[in-house]
């Protein structure tokens, strides 16, 4: 009996041994699930709280959700950011201080050790492509595909590229012209046997001479003051070597043509112009500023009246061209010179010169009109033209009737000129303006759109009381 009590003793006691064994096996694992887990929720939550950390005035001024990684400094690494997440997950692993009094054991004890950022979406990535993308989502939940409104100019767009608009065809043409002109010998002998040169006395030569001088933007703008504001370009991300992360992480594309016109809506809404300004801005002439990129807003103001002038005088050449009564006055006052002057073959050449300067003329009273708030067509029609031939070769604008009543006003034609540019140039011009009015809110003086990331990759480690130490990786950002 006392042997068979010992076998059982010997059996449970081996029996016992198995079943601690299992138990603290099932135990251990269950801590390292549990300590699994914990860690997964802490890094969610300290991911999460580093995206509401997003710029508030990017948010407010521009719509846009991006995180500073810079907060409001230069830094361009990811440094910053490295350090959020692990503050944010050391306090999320140690909320018992928080709402719990006492003393309360941590059976997992579990501690943030590193984070590391393997990647990111970065706003400028692309030359701004990411941050297009962005916007067009944004206008896309706003205004949905529908383009309809933006018909007309996007027909505007295509003539102005179709028909070389922008080109320097008329400008070429009216060189070529003069050069013929300056060309012909209107040398005479008077009774005496001297030689003397008759001066053709072109009346067109009035116009020309003015083409491109400070006075024509004065003529243009005499009904509004011009802003003086000036930066200095050197300081923005156009003109710095810019950071490039690796682009776009959650599997999304460049903006379509159809979705890039979106992002041209969404710019014209977002900056201000000559017409429309916008306060507090760093450039008063944003619209300007993203056509032509001058350090001023005068210079960028400058810069966009000319290509309107370019646009302007081929399209109103166009229209005189198929004016039988124009022309025929055109001819006239051509017939009459030549004949004064007794050289009948400059006819010809002082007809051409007569009809530039006057398409010249009307472009500069169009101008004139769309800067006053007033609408100009692409192309004329008699009802539409303003400057008679008399008034034209004076660049007298004062007795020019001013709206035409139809057609674009002064921002159809900036939307214009925006379809026809580069998009990498004036995306990158774009966040040039963003940096400029961001800077000037509190807490931003370092702001740069290149430190702005909307996704980001980190492998993050932990490590628990017994040294044993946990790694996952995680994407996160503003995407759908």
Known sequence: MARLKGEITVFLSLVLVILISVLFTVIEAARSHAAAFQTECVADMAMQSVLAEYNRELLEQYDLLFTDIGYGTEESGYVLLERHLLDYMEENFHMEETFFSGEIRDLLCLSAVSAVITEAAGAADGDGMVLERAAVDYMRDRYGM????????????????????????????????????????????????????????????????????????????????????????????????????????????????????????????????????????????????????KNTDRENLRSVVNRLLIIREAANFVYLLSDSGKMAEAEGLAVTLSAVILFPELKDL???????????????????????????????????????????????????????????????????????????????????????NIRQTEGNRGFRMDNCIQAFTAELYTCGIDGQTYMLTRRTGYIK
């Open 146 to 293: 529908e383009l309809s409104y933006m018909t007309e100019i996007c027909a505007m767009a295509d003539t102005v590229r179709e028909e070389n608009f922008l080109g320097t065809a008329m400008e070429e043409k009216r060189l070529e012209n003069e050069r013929k002109i300056d060309s012909v010998d209107t040398t005479v002998k008077d009774e005496d046997g001297k030689k003397h040169k008759i001066p053709v006395n072109n009346p067109a030569d009035n116009v020309n001479s003015r083409r491109g001088s400070s006075g024509i933007l004065k003529m243009v703008t005499e009904k509004k003051g011009i802003s003086e504001k000036e930066i200095d370009s050197n300081d923005y991300l156009s003109h710095r070597t810019c950071r490039e992360r690796d682009g776009f992480l959650f599997g999304e594309t460049e903006a379509t043509a159809a979705e890039d016109l979106l992002f041209q809506k969404y710019l014209m809404e977002k900056c201000g112009n000559y017409t429309q300004e916008k306060g507090g801005a760093g450039l008063t002439y944003e619209m300007e500023y993203l056509l032509a990129g």
């Open 350 to 436: 002082v007809k051409l010169s007569i009809l530039i300067g006057w398409a010249y003329a009307e472009s500069v009273n169009d101008v004139r009109i769309l800067l006053s708030g007033g609408r100009v067509p692409l192309l004329k029609s008699s009802s539409s033209w303003r400057m008679d031939l008399k008034n034209a070769m004076k660049l007298r604008l004062d007795d020019a009737q001013e709206d035409c009543g139809e057609g674009f006003t002064y921002e159809g034609y900036l939307h214009a000129l925006l379809a026809v540019m580069n998009r990498q140039e004036r995306n990158m011009r774009f966040m040039d303006i963003v940096e400029m």
